[in-house]
C-alpha cells in the first residue's frame, strides 16, 4: 500500500523559510515520478514543482521560480521541498503526490497523495 507522509509545514512571518518533508513507502520510490502540489481556501489545486526520477526538476510555478527548491533522498525515500522568500499568497495546504511514469505539472495525472501539511505566510 503506498503511503505519503507530508511534515514541516506551519506559520511564518512573510520573508521566512519552512523546509517540507515527503516519507514515502509502499512503492519503488526510484520509479516514479514525485511532486509538490498546493491548494489555498477557495482555488483549485495546482502543481508547485515536480521531480523525476533522476532527480531532474521537471517544472516549477511561475510564482514560486528563485524561491522555492524540489529535491529527493532515494536512500530516505523522501521527497522535499525548500521554501525561501515566504509570502502571503504562499499561505495554503502543502500535498505530496507520486505518480507511475513522466511528470506532469498537473495534479490529475498522480495517482497517490499524502493527507496535507498546512503553511500559513502572515504579512
Known amino acids: 500500500q503506498v503511503q505519503l507522509v507530508e511534515s514541516g509545514g506551519g506559520s511564518v512571518q512573510a520573508g521566512g523559510s519552512l523546509r517540507l518533508s515527503c516519507a514515502a513507502s509502499?512503492?519503488?520510490?526510484?520509479?516514479?515520478?514525485m511532486g509538490w502540489f498546493r491548494q489555498a481556501p477557495g482555488k483549485e489545486r495546482e502543481g508547485v514543482a515536480t521531480i523525476d526520477t533522476d532527480g531532474r526538476v521537471t517544472y516549477y510555478a511561475d510564482s514560486v521560480k528563485g524561491r522555492f527548491t524540489i529535491s529527493q533522498d532515494n536512500a530516505k525515500r523522501t521527497l522535499y521541498l525548500q521554501m525561501n522568500d515566504l509570502k502571503p499568497e504562499d499561505t495554503a495546504m502543502y500535498y505530496c503526490a507520486a505518480r507511475n511514469g513522466y511528470c506532469f505539472s498537473g495534479h490529475e495525472f498522480y495517482n497517490y497523495w499524502g493527507q496535507g501539511t498546512q503553511v500559513t505566510v502572515s504579512s
Open positions: 509502499g512503492y519503488t520510490f526510484s520509479t516514479n515520478c
